[in-house]
T-cell receptor
Framework: AQTVTQSQPEMSVQEAETVTLSCTYD???????LFWYKQPPSRQMILVIR??????QNATENRFSVNFQKAAKSFSLKISDSQLGDAAMYFC?????????????FGKGTKLTVNP | KAGVTQTPRYLIKTRGQQVTLSCSPI?????VSWYQQTPGQGLQFLFE???????NKGNFPGRFSGRQFSNSRSEMNVSTLELGDSALYLC??????????????FGEGSRLTVL
């Protein structure tokens, strides 16, 4: 069974600075999706960024980028120019690439605090 | 386009009772998944429905059940509630298939408190 580990329960960053959230996973599959989801306090979870395992190029979405190391099974999220609105729980998630399953396996999450 | 809608948003029940939660997916989405979120266990997969059929089931007791209707709306039911069932229950919808990129869209959740 796949597992996802986020080793940093809490992180903090100063506004306008850069922070990196760590995620490792375990799987025997060669094709899969990886995601970072953001859950602000009392608000719904939204997708931050996705990565298909077969793509070697790291995904980027504006201020958000990932460092995907397939051999090391590592998938870290870098947030540049941090903003107060980035404060939230961040979840790393894994999804099999095979059809017939929309199941996500989540890490325990990292609580990000952004200090003004 | 309306997002994923979950009702009720908050509810309080006592041990031994049962509860039914509802989820309306984004229009056109045929897959609905349910997750339980607690501080201790994090986000755990309950089950997934696609075209009215349960495709996947997580490791939860039989007290947890669900169903999906022809319009893709889904309900989950928890019978004989226990204190440990207190959690945020999240529903997510998606449009499976090649090119879907695997993204799930989440609702705001139903917060269940069991006393």
């Amino acid at each position: 069974a796949q597992t996802v580990t986020q080793s940093q329960p809490e992180m903090s960053v100063q506004e306008a600075e850069t922070v990196t959230l760590s995620c490792t996973y375990d799987t025997s599959e060669s094709d899969y999706y990886l995601f970072w989801y953001k859950q602000p306090p009392s608000r719904q979870m939204i997708l931050v960024i996705r990565q298909e395992a077969y793509k070697q190029q790291n995904a980027t979405e504006n201020r958000f980028s990932v460092n995907f190391q397939k051999a090391a099974k590592s998938f870290s999220l870098k947030i540049s120019d941090s903003q107060l609105g980035d404060a939230a729980m961040y979840f790393c998630a894994y999804r099999t690439y095979q059809g017939g399953s929309e199941k996500l396996v989540f890490g325990k999450g990292t609580k990000l605090t952004v200090n003004p | 386009k309306a997002g994923v809608t979950q009702t009720p948003r908050y509810l309080i029940k006592t041990r031994g009772q049962q509860v039914t939660l509802s989820c309306s997916p984004i229009s056109g989405h045929r897959s609905v998944s349910w997750y339980q979120q607690t501080p201790g266990q994090g986000l755990q997969f309950l089950f997934e429905y696609f075209s009215e059929t349960q495709r996947n089931k997580g490791n939860f007791p039989g007290r947890f059940s669900g169903r999906q209707f022809s319009n893709s709306r889904s309900e989950m039911n928890v019978s004989t509630l226990e204190l440990g069932d207190s959690a945020l229950y999240l529903c997510a919808s998606s449009f499976p298939g090649l090119g879907s990129a695997g993204e799930l869209f989440f609702g705001e959740g139903s917060r269940l408190t069991v006393l």
